[in-house]
Nanobody, 117 residues
Framework: QVQLVESGGGLVRPGGSLRLSCAAS????????MGWYRQPPGKGRELVAT???????KYADSVKGRFTISRDNAKTAVNLQLNSLKPEDTAIYLC???????????WGQGTQVTVSS
């Protein structure tokens, strides 16, 4: 079993920046995929960005050029740098880990990001 612990988030003005971090409770040595999803108020969960343990990244079109995902394989941890934030980025951001050895998916508790003037 793996727990994901998230940090970061908060209230920021439009155009501002935030950094989200997420670390797994134990290191995974197998190929895995970490990422961030978000759930805006009253809407469903959507992909923000993912990164494999090999470094391949994927971004939602709405965040390309503004958000950057990175990871630390020594810790099985992932970061998300959010720049040029917009009010429509307001959501609960959830960390995600897919362990491909048995295709098990883990989720963090979520952290609130609010973009408002």
């Amino acid at each position: 079993q793996v727990q994901l612990v998230e940090s970061g988030g908060g209230l920021v003005r439009p155009g501002g920046s935030l950094r989200l971090s997420c670390a797994a409770s134990r290191r995974l040595f197998s190929f895995n995929i970490m990422g961030w999803y978000r759930q805006p108020p009253g809407k469903g969960r959507e992909l923000v960005a993912t990164i494999t343990s090999g470094g391949t990244t994927k971004y939602a079109d709405s965040v390309k050029g503004r958000f950057t995902i990175s990871r630390d394989n020594a810790k099985t941890a992932v970061n998300l740098q959010l720049n040029s934030l917009k009010p429509e980025d307001t959501a609960i951001y959830l960390c995600n880990l897919v362990d491909t050895t048995q295709w098990t998916t883990y989720w963090g508790q979520g952290t609130q990001v609010t973009v408002s003037s």
